[in-house]
């Protein structure tokens, strides 16, 4: 069957909504052969959607059609669950709503990430503190979804045989990205509806390919019997629409093991893997795709051209909206977190927030952080999400990275929006004072860190008054990779003199701080407004060096005020 052809059937029977990027690319990498002893090519899931990437998008094109408006969408999974935040996010897109239950699961600094962002994006979120209080956070799940509007189930993983054909149509790009049948397919598998499309699409392109699917949950959720019956239930509902396919031999796929201690525990093998690939610029997960990549290095002897599903979403950046767009870059030792506020506020925009790396959810390479590296991280995440030209707002060190990126990519900024940030470069004392916070961060940990620096941070009617708001920045600097904040603090240190380069600034410009700021005192501020031509300088009541996060309706309202000028 031609599968151009069938892809186009398909659509056209099960009429899916636009949710993702197709095909996603296939990355040949030749530099992976010593890490991976294949030739391994990448299938890139990851790229399936700039709002939110990763495998489930393609199943969620089918579990989501259709809904009538006002639909709550009632999913499970454990907290750091891809599929809970992937459904809140592509739900809320489609204009429903998203309730989650979920059960806990190890802590790892992505599993931080990841629940903290389905809080962020999902109605409500029901949480149990150990398995066998799962029933009831489910059933405040279902009880809060009632009140919300018509709930609709959509199940754990979003393994239902109608998102299995969107896998399917996964399986099938292949033949169009390929010369000839890889000999295997590594990839990892949970709850079984992304292997059981690719079993179908091997069966359907009669391709001899091997599907390993690396098990990463226990036997009972993720073995050969359940992925079968997930690709059953597609076939039959594929040919109910008068589209007959073959169904994948009875062994297909090969389970192999990577659970170790547990789903969600890190394997010594999986990080080896995760480190490998991270050092060829692939970002994997410790729960999936770390397991499976070890596995595909493991794989016996015979089984030389792979393809690797990255089927791990890149949480780093935060991308909310249509219109202008507008960039927002974190301070130091931050996340996009602390945009929270403008995030959800700045409504007719489109909103693009990223971590930089080695924070929030970026890969935290252990060297390489300059102002450089990080403007031209922010050019390749504009290049990434195909904007030209964006308003960029930066915060502190993300002030320092917005001049840099004026030095470097002056046509990719189309207006300047400085927050509690400095022109002038560290003096001796100031660069002191980094090395010995670099000191703190490797010999106590982040928490050390955040004990130093909130005091400093917050506006002293903040630290009294607004306990959520010192939490919510304890919490980011905790969950800042050890290698980020080294990196960022050497990079702060570095950093050039921005002076020369404010009466050089040629686009519109905001300058906004807080008026408790003692790291950014509003002289400074209004120094920076007076050097730049007609930039305007905005004083934020009550707010310390964190302005955006510590009075976010000032703040916000004086940001949509700049916005609506341009
Ligand atoms: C990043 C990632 N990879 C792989 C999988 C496994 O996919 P499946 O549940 O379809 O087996 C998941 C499932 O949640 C996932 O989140």
């Known amino acids: 069957m031609d599968p151009i052809e069938l892809t186009r059937k398909i659509r056209m ?36 959607s700039p709002r939110y990437g990763g495998n489930k998008v393609r199943g969620l094109e089918f579990l989501l059609a259709g809904l009538p408006a006002g639909t709550v969408c009632v999913t499970i999974g454990a907290v750091g669950s891809t599929h809970c935040l992937a459904t809140a996010v592509h739900a809320r897109h489609l204009g429903h709503r998203t309730v989650l239950a979920q059960f806990p699961q190890p802590e790892t600094a992505t599993s931080r990430a990841l629940a903290a962002a389905s809080v962020d994006r999902a ?26 509007g018509r709930p609709r189930w959509i199940p754990g993983g979003g393994a239902a045989p109608a998102a299995v054909i969107g896998h399917l149509l996964a399986g099938l790009e292949l033949a169009d990205q390929l010369p000839a049948p890889p000999d295997a397919i590594v990839l990892p598998v949970g709850s079984g ?53 073959p169904d994948p031999p009875s062994r297909t796929p090969v389970v192999l093991d990577g659970l170790g201690a547990g789903y969600g525990h890190p394997t010594p093998a999986g990080e080896a893997a995760r480190e490998l690939a991270a050092r060829h610029g692939v970002t994997l997960d410790p729960t999936y795709g770390a397991k499976a990549f070890a596995a595909l290095r493991a794989l016996p002897t015979g089984f030389r051209r792979v393809v690797f599903w990255v089927d791990d979403a890149d949480l780093a950046v935060d ?10 870059v974190h301070g130091f030792p931050f996340d996009h977190t602390m945009w929270k506020h403008q995030l959800a506020g700045l409504t007719r925009w489109r909103r693009i927030a990223p971590d930089l790396r080695g924070a929030g959810a970026s890969s935290a390479p252990a060297s390489g952080y300059s102002m450089r590296r990080y403007a031209d991280d922010l050019a390749a995440v504009l290049d990434g999400v195909g904007v030209e030209q964006a308003v960029v707002c930066g915060l502190s060190l993300g002030g320092y990275v917005l001049f840099e990126l004026l030095r470097r990519h002056p046509d990719r900024v189309r207006a300047a929006i400085f927050c509690d940030t400095k022109a002038e470069p560290d003096s001796d004392e100031a660069k002191r004072g ?37 939490r919510h920045v304890r919490e980011m600097i905790q969950r800042m990779s050890l290698s980020g904040m080294v990196g960022a603090l050497r990079a702060l240190r570095e950093r050039p003199d921005s002076r020369p380069t404010l009466p050089t600034v040629g686009v519109p410009t905001l300058v906004l701080g807080g008026e408790d700021d003692r790291i950014s005192p509003p002289s400074v501020m209004e120094a920076i407004a007076a050097a730049i031509p007609g930039a305007r300088y905005e004083r934020v009541p009550a707010a310390g060096h964190l302005a955006p996060l510590e009075q976010p309706l000032a703040a916000t309202r004086i940001l949509g005020e700049f916005l609506e000028g341009l």
């Not at 099960?14 to 052969?33: H, I, K, M, Q, Y």
């Not at 991976?36 to 890139?44: A, D, F, I, P, Y």
């Not at 940990?445 to 607004?466: C, H, I, S, Y």
């Open 13 to 48: 029977a099960l009429a899916p909504c636009s949710l993702g990027a197709w095909p996603t690319p296939l990355d040949t990498r030749p530099d992976l052969e010593s890490a991976s002893r294949t030739e391994v090519s990448l299938k890139r899931e990851d790229r399936s």
């Open 193 to 245: 509806g992304t292997a059981a499309g690719l079993a179908l699409a091997m069966a359907v392109l009669g391709w001899p390919t091997t599907v390993f699917a690396v098990r990463v949950a226990p036997a009972l959720i993720a073995n050969v019997w359940r992925v079968r019956r997930l690709s059953r239930g597609a076939v039959t509902l594929l040919t109910h629409h008068g589209i007959p396919i």
């Open 319 to 328: 991308m909310r909206g249509a219109g202008p767009p507008l960039l927002f």
């Open 434 to 470: 980094r090395d010995d916070l670099a000191a703190v961060a490797q010999r106590h940990g982040q928490t050390a860190v955040a004990d130093r620096l909130v005091p400093n941070l917050l506006a002293p009617q903040t630290l009294e008054n607004q306990p959520d708001v010192v």
């Open 123 to 148: 109605d409500f979120v029901a949480r149990s503190r150990s398995h066998a209080g799962f029933p009831l956070a489910l059933w405040r799940a279902w009880r809060t979804a009632g009140r919300l």
